[in-house]
């Protein structure tokens, strides 16, 4: 079955770094990969996607990678604010599956 | 547009008894899906449909029915609720394969 990792440990960095976070998967290889942000008592909120022949999505202070040799996707974040406090889950989608698997999500903490 | 409604909020259940969790969206979404989403284990499929007439199950389905007569509602019942059925459960409609997934704002569910 198809597994995806994040890293349950929460991130915490300053106010102005780049927050990265990374998503593995394992098994199949996914067409399309999503990120989502999630915060307390919320549904998640779609933030980016990436197809499986793109390299590098952009979008504001937001870059998403995918490398398919690796199987693993990184989420920055750049001049983090605290308002970016929030967790980040990933998401995939197979060629032909109409399904999005979920990944556990990775809490960012950015201090002032 | 409202986006994905889900009802009730909030839920508290005796061990037995069964309900309905209600999600409608007004995106004329085809797909349609049910997840719980429990401490530490991110968010589970529970059921999916890609349209009026057409479910199948997720990862997680024991103890869940799941019908889809209209394209806008994916009700999702318990038959006899548990206590391990206690989650926060969200409802989620989109496109898998071009955009990502919009999500209700969940129902807290206790069994008690």
């Known amino acids: 079955s198809q597994k995806i990792e994040q890293n349950s440990e929460a991130l915490n960095i300053q106010e102005g770094k780049t927050a990265t976070l990374t998503c593995n998967y394992t098994n199949y290889s996914p067409a399309y990969l999503q990120w989502y942000r999630q915060d307390p008592g919320r549904g998640p909120v779609f933030l980016l996607l990436i197809r499986e022949n793109e390299k590098e999505k952009r979008k504001e202070r937001l870059k998403v990678t995918f490398d398919t040799t690796l199987k693993q996707s990184l989420f920055h974040i750049t001049a983090s604010q605290p308002a970016d406090s929030a967790t980040y889950l990933c998401?995939?989608?197979?060629?032909?599956?109409?399904?999005?698997?979920f990944g556990s999500g990775t809490k960012l903490n950015v201090k002032p | 547009n409202a986006g994905v409604t889900q009802t009730p909020k909030f839920q508290v259940l005796k061990t037995g008894q069964s309900m309905t969790l209600q999600c409608a969206q007004d995106?004329?979404?085809?797909?349609m899906s049910w997840y719980r989403q429990d401490p530490g284990m991110g968010l589970r499929l529970i059921h999916y449909s890609v349209g009026a007439g057409i479910t199948d199950q997720g990862e997680v389905p024991n103890g869940y029915n799941v019908s889809r007569s209209t394209t806008e509602d994916f009700p999702l019942r318990l038959l006899s609720a548990a206590p391990s059925q206690t989650s926060v459960y969200f409802c989620?409609?989109?496109?898998?394969?071009?955009?990502?997934?919009?999500f209700g704002q969940g129902t807290r569910l206790t069994v008690v």
């Open positions: 995106m004329n979404h085809e797909y």
């Open positions: 989620a409609s989109g496109r898998p394969n071009q955009e990502g997934a919009f």
């Open positions: 998401a995939l989608v197979r060629y032909n599956f109409n399904k999005f698997y």
